[in-house]
């Protein structure tokens, strides 16, 4: 099986930041894709940004020009740097990996536990 370790989350003022980790670990044969969600209360787990392991990335609007995604493919982590926070970006922010196991062969959706950012105005 595969797990997600996220760390990094907690409570800061509007304008700070924070940096978001995420490392995979288990029985992996490929990862496809890695990204952040978020969800506040209430609200919908939407996608804050994802990554290739080639590189490519793909960000939600509301988050374009202050977070970063990046990974390291060596230690199957991937890192969101969180600039110029603002309150609506409150919410748990969870890890997603679209990962091919050794398991049966099949990708599938794993999620972390989840991680609180706060933002206080």
């Known amino acids: 099986q595969v797990q997600l370790v996220e760390s990094g989350g907690g409570l800061v003022q509007a304008g700070g930041s924070l940096r978001l980790s995420c490392a995979a670990s288990?029985?992996?044969?490929?990862?496809?894709?890695m990204g952040w969600y978020r969800q506040a209360p209430g609200k919908q787990r939407d996608l804050v940004a994802a990554i290739t392991t080639r590189g490519s990335t793909n960000y939600a609007d509301s988050v374009k020009g202050r977070f970063t995604i990046s990974g390291d493919n060596a230690k199957n982590t991937v890192y969101l740097q969180m600039n110029s926070l603002k309150p609506e970006d409150t919410a748990v922010y969870y890890c997603?990996?679209?990962?091919?196991?050794?398991?049966?062969?099949?990708?599938?959706?794993?999620w972390g536990q989840g991680t609180q950012v706060t933002v206080s105005s």
């Open positions: 288990g029985s992996i044969f490929s990862i496809n894709v």
């Open positions: 997603n990996g679209r990962i091919t196991s050794g398991g049966d062969g099949f990708p599938r959706n794993y």
